[in-house]
């Protein structure tokens, strides 16, 4: 549910956002991208790491700095010595490329040029790539996917062209984080570089006429490295243990103004201020800088969500990931959130649109969750808000393969530099996320609605029974998802009915009330550590799940091949086992869900 915050909220809100220092801000920009290049594990990802704490303590803040051994991988800072790339038939041609981050490293080879377009698994079908080295699209996140299916195409390597003038920086396995023994299997063991968008439409011309052959050579370092991770933590005055978890990573391809100096200063100012106020905070803020996010594909979020699981589990309410905030250009405000949270988004970001956003700056809430950039917590369950920006279309500034940085063509290229920044947006995006975290933090309840979540469910198990044309019974679970919504109907009527008399009391009166809303806030995260793992993930909820494409209930989706199999064929059979358990599992998430609503609605 939603309440409006009172008058002594919004002055809070509006204090804390006047203690933001602009000037201030802007100077510690100056300093991290005067730093260069932060690839973790580096000096220079160490004095960045320094500036931090030393910025903090001298508000007297604090701080934390946790220090581990993560599984890296670098090009070289002079990407010219990356890799080489050479057409040596039909004709002559040296080609401009680069290697990536986590990319198999091989010495000069020659072989056959495929062109398999988009790179995904349909696009292999009628094609022979076995030993030789494919030609593929760079999808930004989706890069490493198709270099996982190259590779079990039985591809020897591959080259991403890119949709831009640039080639944009990469880490390409699809390893969440540092790999466990049995996802260390999926580490790229062939090599791929990318190349411009220009020099990618003469290759592809070249296959479309001739057989190419090209020579090819890689040469990137992998391996361990000392990182170090700083951590804040402000407890707030009365739920101490809770916490609102906000982080981003410091990591940096080139001096990184919009991936992600933008992010480490937001929580440089976040961690004074909120230190200041935490005797006006109901719950407190934990704010995390993360390394081995571009060097490691998340492996620092990844690490503190295996050391902290109890502790994320038991007291983490909610969570917000800041990346690229302050781009020039990126007038567009976008906000996401799970499902729970999508009331309070909505209602959030109009009232503070009409209190200081103003035009040319445009605002848009409640779009549905993304999973990368450091979305480790997912399988734990934690209810996550975020804001992101955007270059509009039709800007000169937008590139055509970003994944990141606001759209902008210099995204994970050694131009991403302070002059890319903008510093009156970076400022305002501060005082819109501090917003937010303080009336979540303050909230007298948390402001979950679940009535939407089955609905979300139901739109996938529909979708599924349909395609699975009898071949598989989903029907028990949407008469579940059908009981769930109307537990969530009841409870979100209950809790209306709450906190209705709650506002009417006095504070003496309001009181023994108190108690029982702490039990139904634990109640309420109990609903999201059930339900969130099953709609998300595949794994369990202490394991990630591979950085590849997941649709929601990622379990089930296999239903998907099922109808076209010979349903008597050993294929199908085992297909079914597995489908089963998978039911079994997300039937049990729904009733779990169910008992703890009906639960609620009796306290």
Same mark, same amino acid.
């Given at each position: ?178 790999? /466990? ?76 103004? /919009? ?118 917590? /997912? ?58 975290? /303080? ?165």
């Amino acid at each position: 549910m939603y309440l409006k915050p009172n008058k002594k909220q919004l002055q809070l809100e509006k204090d804390i956002r006047a203690e933001i220092d602009k000037d201030k801000l802007w100077k510690h920009v100056e300093y991290l991208c005067g730093i260069g290049e932060k690839f973790s594990g580096t000096p220079e990802s160490k004095q960045a790491v320094d500036y931090f704490v030393e910025s903090v303590r001298e508000y007297n803040v604090p701080i934390e700095v946790y220090e581990f051994d993560s599984y890296l991988s670098y090009p070289s800072h002079d990407r010219s010595r990356d890799a080489t790339l050479e057409v040596v038939a039909p004709s002559s041609l040296i080609v401009n490329c680069q290697s990536h981050a986590m990319s198999g490293s091989a010495p000069l080879m020659e072989r056959e040029l495929v062109d398999v377009g988009p790179g995904d698994l349909k696009d292999y079908e009628g094609k022979n790539v076995e030993g030789k080295i494919v030609l593929v699209d760079f999808a930004a996140l989706w890069t490493p996917e198709r270099l996982y299916i190259a590779q079990q195409k039985g591809a020897v390597g591959q080259i991403a062209i890119s949709g831009d003038p640039v080639i944009h920086d990469m880490v390409v396995t699809t390893v969440w984080g540092t790999p /466990t023994k049995e996802s260390s299997i999926r580490i790229p063991k062939i090599p791929i570089v990318s190349i411009t968008n220009e020099d990618g439409k003469r290759l592809r011309e070249l296959c479309r006429s001739n057989q190419v052959r090209i020579k090819l050579s890689v040469d990137i370092w992998k391996g361990w490295k000392k990182v170090y991770l700083p951590v804040v933590q402000i407890e707030g005055r009365e739920y101490p243990e809770k916490y609102f978890l906000v982080h981003g990573h410091f990591c940096s391809w080139g001096d990184g103004m /919009t991936d992600n100096v933008g992010g480490n200063v937001h929580f440089i100012e976040m961690a004074k201020i909120f230190w200041k106020y935490r005797d006006h905070l109901k719950k407190g803020v934990k704010i995390a800088w993360w390394p081995g996010h571009s060097q490691g594909r998340y492996s620092g979020s990844t690490w503190f969500a295996d050391q902290f699981w109890e502790d994320l589990n038991k007291n983490c309410f909610a969570e917000m990931n800041i990346d690229s905030p302050g781009v020039i250009g990126a007038t567009i405000l976008q906000t996401a959130c799970t499902s729970e949270l999508k009331q309070f988004n909505e209602n959030n970001m109009e009232e503070l649109a009409d209190t200081f956003i103003n035009s040319p700056v445009q605002t848009k809430a409640s779009t549905g969750i993304f999973r990368a950039g450091d979305q480790s917590f /997912t399988g734990i369950g934690i209810s996550r808000i975020e804001l992101h920006t955007a270059i509009p279309d039709g800007s000169p500034l937008k590139g055509k393969t970003t994944g990141g940085g606001g759209g902008g063509w210099w995204w994970h290229t050694l131009q991403d530099t302070i002059d890319k920044g903008d510093k009156d947006l970076l400022h305002l995006q501060l005082m819109v996320n501090m917003s937010t975290i /303080t009336r979540l933090c303050n909230a007298e309840i948390l402001p979950f609605n679940f009535t939407s979540v089955p609905d979300d469910f139901r739109g996938v198990l529909e979708e599924l029974h349909e395609i699975a044309n009898g071949t598989f019974d989903l029907s028990s679970l949407l008469k579940k998802c059908d009981e769930m919504k109307q537990s969530a109907e009841a409870l979100e009527a209950r809790l209306n009915r709450l906190m209705t008399q709650y506002a009417t009391k006095n504070n003496e009166e309001k009181k023994p009330y108190k108690a029982l809303l702490a039990k139904v806030d634990e109640r309420l995260m109990e609903i999201m550590h059930t339900l969130q793992p099953v709609f998300c993930t595949e794994s369990s909820r202490f394991e990630q799940d591979p950085a590849i494409r997941i649709p929601p209930i990622p379990g089930l989706q296999p239903v998907r091949k099922l109808a076209a199999m010979d349903q008597g064929g050993d294929e199908a059979r085992f297909l079914k086992t597995g489908l089963m358990r998978q039911r079994n599992r997300v039937s049990y998430a729904l009733s779990q869900a169910i008992k703890i609503m009906d639960a609620i609605k009796k306290e």
